[in-house]
Structures are given as structure tokens and as C-alpha cells.
């Protein structure tokens, strides 16, 4: 939604959407992800202007009001998730981290103007991944025209992995999903265009959220 080390062999990321259930309900439950033991630091990375962008449009809430909810979300991850151990967790937002990851955002729209199978990829990975709610707006398949406003943030995503991958600096990345498709097929070098990007072998994991008793 959207936690790290000197030595980058202890170094973890923890990706999830802020908009996710999962993390909604472990925010409500006061719970928080099980993090595995042999990591050291953690980064928690959130799309924080994205995230607007996307409440906006499964909502009936405006601009501001949306980004009031965002910025709580991520304020109660500072004080729940960070304040566990400050020194050793730390929130980055994407709209700070822009910059760096441009060149990786510019070499993913190039792929997907260029070559038809990715964007199809991408179309799919977007209308999976927004269930059930494109299905509330009556969006029946991948070929509904909001599908391309929502592409974006998947294809922005896509770029901070490949940033990931490329820069070597965690051991592992974590999220409270399944491993997109479309990121495991990056992995295996489908997409020989970003082969170059795949500097390093990250293991991604699924990680469990207590449950209320």
C-alpha cells in the first residue's frame, strides 16, 4: 500500500496499496503483517499520489477528501507499523522517489506502446487486480476504455520493481498478495526489454496478518 540495513542481505521492502482490504483490516484490528525474522531493516513503500487517484475513482469522494483518508492511512502505518522500531523501519513515498525512478517508468511505457502481448499483459493484470470492484462498475473485460485510466499506477509499479531488481538493495520484497503474474513473468525474462533491469534474484513473499481470535 505499499520497513531496511547496511548489510543488503537484511534488507527488506514491503509493497501494498493503501486502498487494500488486507491492510485495512489489519490497520481496523490494530495487527500488525508478520514479518519474517531474518530481516534486519525494512522499507515501506506506498503510492501515496496514486492512491488518490484511484479512491477517486472507485468513490464518490473528491479530490481533498481522498487525500485526507490516504494521508491517515499512511499516518497510522508511521505510528503503528514504524513506530515498532523506528531505527530500523522507514516510509518512503513514491511522489519523493519520482525522480529515481523515471528511467525505469520511461523503459516500461516504451514496452508498452511498442509491443501489443505486454500491453495486453498489463490490461489483464489491472482488471485482476481490481476485483470485485470493476465488476461493481460493470466493467466486464480488459478491452472497457477505464481500464486505461487505471493503467498508470500498475505500469508505475512495474517500474519500481524493475528499480528494485536493477539498484541490489533488498533481499526480499514483500506484500500482503499473491506475486503478480505479470512480475513473475518479468522474473523469467518474457520481456527481453527489461532483461538488463534484472540485476538480482529478489524472492517476493506473501506475508500472513494476525486474525482476530
Given at each position: 500500500?505499499k520497513f531496511i540495513i547496511t548489510d543488503k542481505m537484511t534488507k527488506g521492502i514491503f509493497i501494498t496499496s493503501l486502498n487494500s482490504r488486507r491492510l485495512q483490516d489489519a490497520i481496523n ?165 527489461f532483461s538488463n533491469f534484472l540485476s538480482s534474484d529478489i524472492d517476493y513473499i506473501k506475508i500472513p496478518v494476525p486474525q482476530n481470535a
Amino acid at each position: 500500500m505499499k520497513f531496511i540495513i547496511t548489510d543488503k542481505m537484511t534488507k527488506g521492502i514491503f509493497i501494498t496499496s493503501l486502498n487494500s482490504r488486507r491492510l485495512q483490516d489489519a490497520i481496523n484490528n490494530k495487527h500488525n503483517p508478520c514479518f519474517s525474522n531474518d530481516i534486519d531493516e525494512l522499507d515501506i513503500f506506498v503510492f501515496d499520489t496514486f492512491e488518490i487517484l484511484n479512491g477517486i475513482f472507485f468513490s464518490d469522494e473528491n479530490a481533498g477528501t481522498q487525500k485526507q483518508k490516504i494521508e491517515s492511512i499512511i499516518q497510522c502505518l508511521e505510528t503503528d507499523f514504524l513506530s515498532v522500531d523506528s531505527s530500523k523501519r522507514k516510509l518512503i513515498r513514491c511522489s519523493k522517489k519520482r525522480k529515481e525512478i523515471n528511467p525505469y517508468i520511461l523503459a516500461v511505457y516504451t514496452e508498452f506502446y511498442t509491443n501489443p502481448i505486454f500491453e495486453s499483459h498489463c490490461k489483464n493484470q489491472v482488471f485482476q487486480n481490481l476485483q470485485p470492484k470493476l465488476n461493481r462498475l460493470s466493467v466486464a473485460n480488459n478491452r472497457s476504455n477505464l481500464i486505461d485510466l487505471l493503467i498508470p499506477f500498475l505500469l508505475v509499479e512495474i517500474a519500481l520493481y524493475l528499480f528494485i531488481y536493477h539498484k541490489d538493495e533488498y533481499c526480499k520484497i514483500l506484500g500482503m498478495e499473491n506475486e503478480m503474474n505479470i512480475i513473475s513473468a518479468i522474473k523469467t525474462h518474457k520481456y527481453s526489454s527489461f532483461s538488463n533491469f534484472l540485476s538480482s534474484d529478489i524472492d517476493y513473499i506473501k506475508i500472513p496478518v494476525p486474525q482476530n481470535a
